[in-house]
Antibody
Framework: QVQLVESGGGVVQPGRSLRLSCAASGFSFSSYGMNWVRQAPGKGLEWVSVIWYDGSNKNYADSVKGRFTISRDNSKNTLYLQMNSLRAEDTAVYYC?????????WGQGTLVTVTS | SYELTQPPSVSVSPGQTARITCSGDALPKQYAYWYQQKPGQAPVLVIYKDFERPSGIPERFSGSSSGTTVTLTISGVQAEDEADYYCQSADSSGSYWMFGGGTKLTVL
């Protein structure tokens, strides 16, 4: 069955960096676009970034552009999100989601807390 | 980019029909998707491409589209349907997603 497992979250100070991972299994990872979506505590869903199935195209929300980098390793069935220059407003649960136009499967999320 | 607008809350009694709307100027051109999210859980896709239902989603969930508004309808609402519901759309190339603000469905 399809599984997406995020890891790498934690507590970090403003201005520092963190790298999230999303390990995929149960499907042909290299055939699917992948996304990161976040949800601040008590708030709605916010799309963060997308990467095409082969890594040839990437896009970012304006709120993270220039600070976050999405990547993937299809040989390891793993999606990444490198987050630099973190801010308090980046505090959220970060989900990885499979799909191009929409997320048909989501991981359980990993919590990132940015605080001094 | 553009916005998707949902009502913050909808309340219904068990067995009744709940309708949650989502409005956006691009919806006549782009598909809409609906997610259910229960507290502490990841979102689950319940409707895709305006009205298609993924396998495993109960038949009481349905979707429709009219002009700039799409609607998620839950017929015969059950207590377990109490959750937050989000609409979502994407640009034609799948280069970005946008979400509605979410609607909290309360089953009275």
């Amino acid at each position: 069955q399809v599984q997406l497992v995020e890891s790498g979250g934690g507590v970090v100070q403003p201005g520092r960096s963190l790298r999230l991972s999303c390990a995929a299994s149960g499907f042909s990872f290299s055939s699917y676009g992948m996304n990161w979506v976040r949800q601040a505590p008590g708030k709605g869903l916010e799309w963060v970034s997308v990467i095409w199935y082969d890594g040839s195209n990437k896009n970012y929300a304006d709120s993270v552009k220039g600070r976050f980098t999405i990547s993937r390793d299809n040989s390891k069935n793993t999606l990444y999100l490198q987050m630099n220059s973190l801010r308090a407003e980046d505090t959220a649960v970060y989900y990885c989601a499979r799909g191009g136009q929409a997320g048909d499967f989501w991981g359980q999320g990993t919590l990132v807390t940015v605080t001094s | 980019s553009y916005e998707l607008t949902q009502p913050p809350s909808v309340s219904v009694s068990p067995g009744q029909t709940a309708r949650i709307t989502c409005s956006g100027d691009a919806l006549p051109k782009q598909y809409a998707y609906w997610y259910q999210q229960k507290p502490g859980q990841a979102p689950v896709l319940v409707i895709y491409k305006d009205f298609e239902r993924p396998s495993g989603i109960p038949e009481r969930f349905s979707g429709s589209s009219s002009g700039t508004t799409v609607t998620l309808t839950i017929s015969g609402v059950q207590a377990e349907d109490e959750a937050d519901y989000y609409c979502q759309s994407a640009d034609s190339s799948g280069s970005y997603w946008m979400f509605g603000g979410g609607t909290k469905l309360t089953v009275l």
